[in-house]
């Protein structure tokens, strides 16, 4: 097994952040660092003939496939995106919530559906 590389810090920033996204941002960074880190080792072959560096390239994404490091940082990643995805949901259905309620205690959505509806002014005799 080839010895891992460690990934190259998405950027200077070394608390995390407490947006979800921006942590998707930063994992997904380091993610693809570490492919990138596959990627560099299988090029040092310096073939020119392009099916074999094709041929490397795939191999170092089967070889980053196989690293552990690499799989943890992709699930790490992929359970971020999760929890965004979570959170955006979330926060979209509290403001649902609350324009309902305000439109409850209001009356809002009654009085503009009711108002000058020419249907109901028709049937209405």
Aim: net charge negative; charged share 35%.
């Amino acid at each position: 097994m080839e010895e891992h590389l460690p990934a190259e810090p998405a950027d200077e920033q070394t608390e995390p952040s407490d947006d979800p996204w921006r942590r998707v941002g930063d994992e997904f960074s380091t993610l693809g660092a570490s492919f990138k880190s596959h990627f560099k080792r299988s090029q040092q072959t310096g073939s020119d003939n392009l099916i074999d560096s094709l041929k490397a390239a795939f191999d170092s994404l089967g070889d980053a496939a196989k690293d552990e490091q690499v799989r943890s940082d992709a699930k790490s990643a992929g359970a971020s995106f999760m929890e965004a995805i979570g959170d955006t949901f979330s926060e979209l259905g509290e403001t649902l919530r609350k324009k309902a309620e305000d439109a409850r205690r209001t009356g809002d959505a009654v009085e503009s559906a009711d108002a000058g509806d020419p249907i109901d002014e028709a049937h209405s005799d």
